[in-house]
């Protein structure tokens, strides 16, 4: 199975700031690398897919990079319905495996 | 608008089966770009990948769950469902149902929280 390591595995931070969330792969995964924001109670949210495509209806200040083993979620200017937990996945072979998750919540 | 349901029993007591079912309204489980998927997540805890199926009948599970995972499509009543038998109390959690693709997981269910307890 590949591994999906994120980090930080927790943060707090403030409206307006710049958050940057980084994922690693065990292996080689191309760029079939998807972000999710996931809120206490609800199902996840489908943010960023092939590791740079912004979902459709999703804020600009989201966005993503990266390709093969390293990637990262950046979040331009945090609104206040942005906390949440974020996590990875990786869609490049089965078993697909999400990372532990990124809890950001509100300094 | 896609939507997605699950259903079944809240309780299952250790060494049962759990079973649910999907039911699929907006889009067609019988279009062929999608895959249909059971993704679970134990109290407090991260997502975990259960399995996929297609329209045709087409499956895959995760290897961790070994042979207690079964998959089925009613391409009739555009449900889709899980069979995981054997169950321990590792296997509480909630429990979504999900249309992905090899882009992710675009839409799911709420998600249903299901107990093994005796």
């Known amino acids: 199975d590949i591994q999906m390591t994120q980090s930080p595995s927790s943060l707090s931070a403030s409206v307006g700031d710049r958050v940057t969330i980084t994922c690693r792969a065990s292996?080689?995964?191309?760029?079939?690398l998807n972000w999710y924001q996931q809120k206490p109670g609800k199902a996840p949210k489908l943010l960023i897919t092939a590791a740079s495509g912004l979902e459709s209806g999703v804020p600009s200040r989201f966005s993503g990079s990266g390709s093969g083993t390293d990637f990262t979620l950046t979040v331009s200017g945090l609104q206040p319905e942005d906390f949440g937990t974020f996590y990875c996945?990786?869609?490049?072979?089965?078993?697909?495996?999400f990372g532990q998750g990124t809890k950001v919540d509100s300094k | 608008q896609v939507q997605l349901q699950e259903s079944g029993p809240g309780l299952v007591k250790p060494s049962e089966t759990l079973s649910l079912t999907c039911t699929v309204s907006?889009?067609?489980?019988?279009?062929?770009?999608?895959?249909w998927n059971w993704i679970r997540q134990p109290p407090g805890k991260g997502l975990e990948w259960i399995g996929y199926?297609?329209?045709?009948?087409?499956?895959n599970h995760n290897p961790s769950l070994k042979s207690r995972v079964t998959a089925s499509v009613d391409t009739s009543k555009n449900q889709f469902s899980l069979s995981l038998t054997s169950v321990t109390a590792a296997d509480t959690a909630v429990y979504f149902c999900a249309r992905c693709r090899n882009g992710g997981c675009d839409y799911w269910g709420q998600g249903t929280l299901v107990t093994v307890s005796s």
């Open positions: 907006g889009d067609s489980i019988s279009r062929s770009t999608y895959y």
């Open positions: 199926i297609n329209y045709s009948g087409s499956a």
């Open positions: 996945q990786q869609s490049y072979s089965l078993p697909w495996t």
């Open positions: 292996h080689y995964i191309s760029n079939y």
